[in-house]
């Protein structure tokens, strides 16, 4: 396992112009090109500051950048997940010529997300001023949040690039769990907003190692305030998810080259 | 330098990927209806090659042939019996499968150099006389997927051939390219040969026996005959030919 951190180290000139070329490839045909991924994030939180603050008539004040942190980082996670599915069945000219660290597949889809992370949050923080975001010294905890969001994603990509070269139907599921946890966790609302009584709000983010995160974005960008202590669970989770998939995926490394 | 002894590498035959993905997660749920097909894409294989040999592989199509090159580059582990390679590989980039089609000539050429592991630099160094080679001229900043087939081949082997690595890995690429290109290849692999190890894949007989110090024939998974260039081709050549019938059967 450690191998295998080792051999990605080693290939990080190979990740880096994956990440760089992939990035070029998909922006090179628009006419717009790379003012999507600006225009990408910005569309979306229209629709949904429109659908809730306008429509549904909730959400408060600073309902969209509060909106805006949390979309950011949980399309970050699922936008890599979804590109780790195919990472490898989408590359098999490549990895049938010559040999390398498979796991840089899913690694570049990862690294594209983040920058699509930092492409966002570039719009984020003019309108952390128009909306009166509260800056304070918690900001330093984005970091650490972003660092535990990464190693929660990087296990779970493993993961699924592994199982989705075998099963294609994976795809077609994940799209169904990204749907599903996006509503179950808090990115449209807040918490407390939703729930009252304190041991269903205990029970509610311990069951979802996302949620404690997303209220930590929303915390230390936004409110000035510390992490929520969930942070910990999203913690500990990223940490048991990033051993399975090391483990999981340097087990089947080698027959995923004939599978495909 | 290649040392490969009683080598084997199995596929399992199925239609789709499903019960693949049935028995992967786990013998005890998939195997019941587990397919019986299995079938070796090479085995019993076993030949050395000398520092600077060139060495001809040819067969039908499906013999194993390509399969050989990719255990050779290492992406295969051996199923079966042990392969030994001292020195660097340079890919196989067999009529562009490895290039991004979205991106450019002049990119490709930089991700398939990180690919095989040379350095920015390095590949800084030698890129104008890959483009030179490749006669793309402006066509190098346009995307591969715009590129003709002897287009490709001219790249995927100028970049093969420009690497400096031991090992230079070639399937197929050079009969697809048209009589100049064909010209100027022959020159390079004279200009390589003796210098660098060649495993060279081809159905041009005359490519084969002009550069060929060793043949290998290929036959379903088996090595049916290796040894001097004109021999092995001739007894290739006679085991391919479409049996006539004799005339009193008319």
Known sequence: ?260 | MINVSDLGIKFRMEKRRRSRALDFFGEKFGNRQRPSGEFWALRHVSFTVERGETIGIIGRNGSGKSTLLRVIAGVYPPDEGQVSVEGEVSTLFGLGTGFNQELSGRDNIYLNGIIIGLAKNQIDGIIDSIIEFTELSDFIEMPVRTYSTGMRARLGFAIAIHSDKDIVLIDEIMNAGDAAFRQKADAEMDRIMGERTVLLVSHAMSTIEKFASKVIWLDRGVIAAMGEPGEVIEQYLAASKVKKRPPDEY
């Open chain 1, 1 to 260: 396992m450690i191998e295998q951190l080792k051999k990605v180290w080693q290939r990080r000139e190979l990740l880096w112009y994956m990440v760089k070329l992939q990035m070029k490839a998909e922006k090179k045909n628009k006419v717009l090109g790379f003012a999507w991924s600006f225009l990408d994030p910005l569309l979306l939180l229209i629709v949904y500051v429109v659908l809730i603050g306008y429509i549904f008539g909730r959400g408060g004040p600073q309902f969209p950048i509060l909106l805006f942190i949390a979309l950011l980082s949980w399309r970050w996670f699922t936008s890599s997940l979804s590109r780790s599915v195919t990472s490898i069945t989408s590359k098999v000219g490549l990895i049938q010529s010559v040999r390398f660290p498979l796991a840089i597949l899913p690694l570049s889809g990862i690294i594209i997300g983040f920058f699509d992370w930092l492409f966002g949050f570039v719009i984020l923080v003019p309108m952390l001023f128009i909306f009166e975001a509260s800056f304070t010294v918690n900001i330093l905890w984005l970091p650490v949040l972003l660092l535990i969001e990464f190693v929660d994603i990087v296990g779970a990509c493993l993961i699924f690039a592994v199982v989705g070269t075998y099963l294609a139907d994976l795809s077609n599921i994940v799209q169904f769990l990204i749907r599903l946890g996006f509503y179950l966790s808090p990115i449209l609302y807040s918490v407390k907003d939703v729930i009252t009584s304190e041991r269903l709000t205990m029970l509610y983010m311990l069951s979802n190692p996302f949620a404690g995160l997303l209220e930590s974005y929303k915390n230390v960008v936004i409110l000035g305030a510390p992490p929520t202590g969930y942070a910990l669970v999203g913690a500990a989770v990223a940490c048991v998810v990033f051993v399975i998939g090391l483990w999981y995926f340097s087990r089947n490394e080698h027959k995923l080259v004939k599978a495909i």
